[in-house]
């Protein structure tokens, strides 16, 4: 089962709604007022983390404003060190190009899971 611990947490949002389900895990993004929805380009400017699954229109729980956090949700090969994006499925990644915006940084990796630094 997916998780997302809070090692060090920075803040939560919980006011707003979800534009469409998102996941544990997933990067969200503003798109209106008090209006957010999973993040999936990796240019975009994104917002936080959800705190656990969310359907369509419900007021999400958004892990924002710093924080180290522990999760196995993310894809790819993360190493110590890298910067990581949003990926198209709008979890995190390794692998930032010129444009993209750098969302975390990977503090360390083990056993299938990542602890990492939100820099968003």
Known sequence: MAFINPNHRGLAYGDGYLQGDGQLGQVVRIVGNDLFAVNTTPTAKSFGILIKDYKNGEMPGIYCM?????????????????????????????GVQAGEEVIARAVSVSGGTIKFRMLI
């Not at 110590?80 to 994006?85: A, F, Q, R, S």
């Open 66 to 94: 710093g924080g180290v956090y522990e999760t196995d949700v993310f894809e790819g090969t993360v190493n110590p060190g890298d910067d990581l994006k949003v990926s198209a499925n709008g979890k995190l990644t390794a």
